[in-house]
């Protein structure tokens, strides 16, 4: 079962189907191409999506990981070969048994997840998806870095959809939401929001080039728009 010192991913189930694989053939499939980068993590956590009818939009089960291998959906599925992404390299997941988690750990907030890194402590303790995200060092690094190049950012901004986005950017020709270790991916409102993913592992090495990504962002969407009654720029 999952312990406390373990490292969890938590990762998105959205086909009954899928779930029964990992139950009865006891692997995982995540694209190459959409994968976080893959350390050695102890546990997998499976987060049902709207198609689980009842048990949708939580984490009810988790198992141990035995290895990954690096295959392609052909490989994986071999009733699928006609699929067009037949070819496309799949990390492979090995887990051990499904086992039910002391409760579910619903999401009130967020409807779609990709991936999340957390730990066994909070998997094991959180009564909502919301307490599994680790807040970082390299988060508020970040933040203060960009308040001394005079980039406004609204930090824990939640969208009218109820995403909530680390480092919001509001700016003249649409928002940027700028997203640290947690990886969730929050819904689309059209083209007004556009998404920057950065890591603890990018930041921490490497802070003033992070900030040049996001200022980049930020001047491509036409700078941030200054708070209603002031005027200039909106870069400060």
């Known amino acids: 079962m999952v312990e406390e010192t373990d490292i969890v991913l938590v990762a998105e189930m959205n086909n009954p189907r899928d779930l029964e694989i990992a139950r009865l053939l006891g692997w995982y499939r995540i694209p190459l191409r959409h994968a976080p980068k893959m350390p050695n993590m102890d546990c997998l956590a499976f987060y049902q999506t709207g198609r689980f009818g009842p048990e949708r ?8 990981v035995r290895g990954h291998e690096l295959v392609t959906r052909a490989e994986l599925l071999a009733d699928e070969a006609d699929h067009p ?12 048994p499904l086992e039910s988690l002391p409760r579910a750990i619903p999401s009130h907030r967020w409807r779609r997840l990709t991936f999340l890194y957390t730990t066994g402590e909070r998997l094991l303790a959180a009564q909502e998806i919301k307490e599994l995200v680790i807040q970082t060092r390299e988060r508020e690094l970040l933040w203060r870095a960009l308040r001394g190049r005079r980039l406004r950012a609204e930090r824990d901004y939640r969208t009218t959809r109820g995403a909530e986005i680390d480092l919001a950017f509001l700016c003249a020709k649409g928002n940027l939401g700028v997203l640290v270790d947690s990886l969730l991916r929050p819904p689309r409102q059209g083209t007004a929001w556009q998404q920057l993913h950065l890591t603890s592992a990018e930041i921490d090495p490497d802070l003033p080039g992070c900030v040049e990504k996001v200022e980049h962002e930020v001047y491509t969407l036409g700078g941030v728009k200054p708070p209603a009654g002031e005027g200039g720029s909106g870069m400060m």
């Not at 939009?57 to 141990?64: K, L, P």
């Open 85 to 96: 992404r037949a070819n496309e390299e799949y990390y492979k997941i090995l887990l051990g």
């Open 57 to 64: 939009w939580a984490i009810h089960q988790a198992a141990r």
